[in-house]
């Protein structure tokens, strides 16, 4: 253990660190630690140069443990594991210190985040002395897919997957396929129809034979792993089907917001405010009316209905303003001499062909009035003389006027929200919800369909409010991600796990219970239990319980952790 | 300079490291006294982890896994919570304080919490003073 | 037969004599043993004086067992005077290898035990109340008595101990064992643990296994218990799953729990710290009040995790 050769890489990440943390003194630190053959600083280890430093580093001085200093290691330990092996050596002898999402982007105190820094590099070369080489493991992939929501994510996903020969079982909980698309007339911003593009899609996975489409099922559980899921589905109101998967897309949409939540615009107690699906339906049926049967002349769109409002959703719903647009042209088109007002906080017009669609549809002479965010217009019934059914009073802010606007129609652009049964479907296939209950991605920017669970991907709507482009791009990257995995037919298992000594192990069976993937078996005549390898999900659970410590984490060791714990400590108490 | 707790945290690499980290990318500030250690799940803490981190000196342990229902690996957060009840009187037993040692639930999307944790219980930590185990038993220590 | 006879020593620190009786308990071999060996010092059984060991070379004796824990400063003194007399010294018991019993007492202050003893205690007649102190001047002049310390240590806190043989008391046919392994001069590297195994007790017991869920616990005598399944399972506090074996099951046998005499696991660096994690992980509730109404049933948990091993343990004693 005293022999070894550690090499210490600091990195500056530009000046994101080199600002708060005192990178060269962090260097300087670890080069006189015990095992530290090399220490060095530099701007940035990701880049090519700084991985060629450490690489160089490793074959030259011989090192045989490496410690980055830098950014979280959910960021990038992958990429310095390459390295070291690209260097011959084994991934698992790095070990990261998070200095910077967790260091100089939290702290401004340079002096405190310096002595942060180097305890936890301290903590890092004390880890590291104890890593033990582990070799990754191969399972095989099986090639089905598991697609969960039949709306224009899942439908798309399904079809990429089934048109590269790979066989896909389609999930959809209602009769029908098309999720919240199928509610729609046309779409923004060129007015295509959304009927004609789900039609074919839906002509197409129904007639697939790689397709096999599930309706009125849902998904009861998910054992197992990535290449080898196992899933319960209920079938109608009492079959059931049990099926084996190698992979997950999860593309269970989103529901609309619950206009009455906002008594004060009188939803569902005024007979003639009505929500953006409801006026859909009226498009599509090609019957415009108000509740009185009679045809409407004035028509007021409200955005930003439970969206942008920290009492209901804080967040942008994305599609809102484009859809308020297109009612514009819809209605024009159907009811040439009506009056259309759209009051807005801020058009969000930012997708391709949208700004170009916002200006068409100023031309049309849509009047566009400014309301103040945290306000809300308030609907009143109109006057006798009014030749109208409501009056909306607004603070119109671009004017600075109080305006009443009258309405025979006020639409409520209602905004997206997470399904009820988020949370249920994030528990079954083991993913997490952020607080607005929408599933989280790998990675914001660089992993965005993929999921903390390893063979679980998400698409579309229930990862957040988009747009049909951005779900079907969702959908097809989802599918990419899949096939990838099915092309290289075996797939990597992480070499990280819990295993028993059985020679240590009394065969208590105090562990038995506790896995959650029922990884743990016990052998009745060699009185010890033994953990399936490829079944473990090294959550430690196990390790932590074993009375005998005869289960050891790796890569998550008793040892290795009480190096860190003292590592983080000495340095702290030796600088009291 | 005033005294400066030292609290080791032990942090769940899918929620609560997560979250720690998306307070980095927010930039929300907080107070620099927690050193985190990562582990899978918060039911990998051995409460052997909780008393060896006062033993080398911590005047604080904060432990934090996925809120319990959200746990990636479905109910690890559940044993950290049975656990944790009976760490607690042992180390109350032991004549450690309760602020020193908290459980907390902090999920991948609340850096904000996260950091609201670490600043609360930096200053609990701090009202209580630095922790007298590691100096006892230095004290305590005899010539052989 | 050796040339020459082993010199031994067999010397008590703070204890029950228990570990004594163990050694005795090895009736006949004992006296074999007597054959083979001077017994030089062993208070309880012959007479013996401190200057005689004084007397002697350094290393003179080829081994001392050394049983009870070490609360005063005759303790250390005496365990100082042997490891420098001793070629070979063995730590013997629970008392001398963890702390053992008389280690309890580092739940609590020096002061409170003396106000408890001489104080407080009802049995002392009113006028009698005496704390006694390190010296004390007569008539005759000044008497002293050992400093009684702030808190109890294993032996090993005290001198380097070559060997470790555990148990309160230790079972018989390990101290066997381990008196022939001195005789035959087989003993194993220095600084291992002989008489126990790699493993638990659960391995030597012969109850019943099955998966763990406790929703209850109790005390002994609160269940009628099942004799063939295993304690831990009946909601039984049983220590036997965190306890290296070596004992002969002795306790669950006899329908009592495992108390972890033996210490822990060799992979374990705190007992009651395992043991505790080990306990509240069977406990079969996700709610958290249901799960502090469960465990609550334990009572005195740092007196039960570490009832043999207090001193040993990480955190040693409490800061109170």
Known sequence: MEDRRIGVYVCNCGTNIAKVVDCDAVSDFAKKLPGVAVARSYKYMCSNPGQEMIIQDIRELSLDRVVVAACSPRMHEPTFRKALQTAGINPYFLEMANIREQCSWVHDDARAATDKALALAHAAVRRVVHHEPLEKRFVDMCPATLVLGGGIAGLTAALELSDAGQPVFLVEKDDHLGGNLARVDLTAPYLDSARDMLADRIRRVLESPKIEVLLRSTLQSLSGFVGNFRAEIRVGADGARTVDVGSVLVATGFREFDARRIEHYGYGRLPNVVTSFELERMLREGRILTRGGRVPKYFAMIHCVGSRNPEYHGYCSRVCCMTALKYGHEIKSALPGAYVYDLYIDMHAFGKGCEDFYRRTAEMKTMFLMYAKGTTPEIVPSGPDDDCEMLIKVHEVLSGEEIEVPADLVVLMVGMEAREDAADVAHLVSISQDKDGWFIESHPKLDPVATTTEGVFIAGTCQAPKGIPGSVAQAEAAAARILGKISRGKIEVDAVFAEVDETRCSGCRMCNELCPYAAIEYDAATKRSRVISAVCKACGCCVAACPSGAIQGRHFTDRQIFSQIEGVLEWASSQG | ?144 | ?320
């Open chain 3, 1 to 320: 037969m050796p040339e020459k006879k082993l010199q031994i020593a067999l010397y008590w620190g703070a204890a029950c004599g228990g570990c004594d009786v163990a050694v005795l308990d090895t009736n006949e071999f004992v006296i074999g043993v007597g054959f083979l060996v001077d017994i030089r010092l062993w208070p309880i059984a012959a007479d013996g004086k401190y200057r005689d060991v004084e007397a002697m070379a350094d290393g003179e004796l080829d081994c001392t067992l050394f049983h009870g824990a070490i609360r005063n400063s005759e303790n250390e003194h005496l365990a100082k005077l042997l490891r420098r007399k001793s070629k070979v010294l063995v730590a013997l018991g629970s008392c001398a290898h963890l702390g053992g019993i008389p280690g309890l007492a580092n739940q609590v202050t020096k002061q409170e035990i003396l106000e408890r003893v001489y104080l407080d205690n009802p049995s002392i007649e009113a006028g009698n109340r005496v704390v006694p102190l390190p010296s004390t001047r007569v008539d005759a002049g000044e008497l002293e008595i050992p400093r009684f310390y702030r808190r109890v240590y294993r032996l090993d806190d005290v001198v380097p101990v070559d060997y470790y043989v555990p148990g309160c008391p230790p079972a018989p046919e390990q101290v066997k064992a381990a008196l022939q392994a001195l005789v035959n001069g087989t003993l194993p590297p220095a600084r291992s643990v002989i008489g126990a195994s790699n493993r638990t007790v659960c391995d030597d017991c012969r109850r019943r296994k099955e998966e763990k869920k406790v929703t209850r616990f109790h005390r002994p005598w609160e269940i009628l218990q099942d004799p063939d399944r295993c304690l831990m399972e009946q909601g039984i506090l049983c220590a036997g799953s965190a306890t290296r074996s070596g004992c002969g099951v002795r306790c669950p046998d006899s329908g009592m729990p495992c108390r972890g005499c033996y210490g822990p696991a060799p992979n374990v660096i705190d007992q009651g710290a395992k043991f505790v994690s080990a306990v509240s992980s069977i406990v079969d509730s996700k709610d958290p009040r249901e799960i502090e109404r469960i465990l609550g049933d334990i009572p005195d948990i740092l007196g039960y995790a570490y009832r043999f091993g207090l001193p040993a343990s990480l955190l040693q004693r409490s800061i109170r």
């Open chain 2, 1 to 144: 300079m005033g005294f400066e707790p030292r609290i080791v945290g032990f942090l769940c690499n899918w929620c609560s490291y997560t979250g720690a980290d998306l307070a980095g990318t927010a930039r929300i500030h907080y107070a620099p006294n927690v050193r985190v250690i990562r582990v899978m799940c918060s039911a990998r803490v051995d409460p052997t982890f909780v008393v060896k981190a006062l033993a080398e000196g911590a005047d604080g342990v904060l432990i934090c896994g996925c809120h319990p229902g959200d746990c990636h690996y479905s109910e690890g957060n559940y044993k950290a919570m049975r656990r944790f009840p009976l760490l607690g009187r042992l180390l109350r037993d032991y004549g450690i304080e309760e602020d020193r040692v908290r459980l907390e639930w902090v999920s991948a999307s609340e850096g904000k919490r996260f950091a609201e944790i670490v600043d609360d219980m930096t200053e609990r930590v701090r009202r209580l003073g630095p922790s007298r185990v590691k100096t006892l038993l230095e004290a305590d220590r005899v010539e052989r």
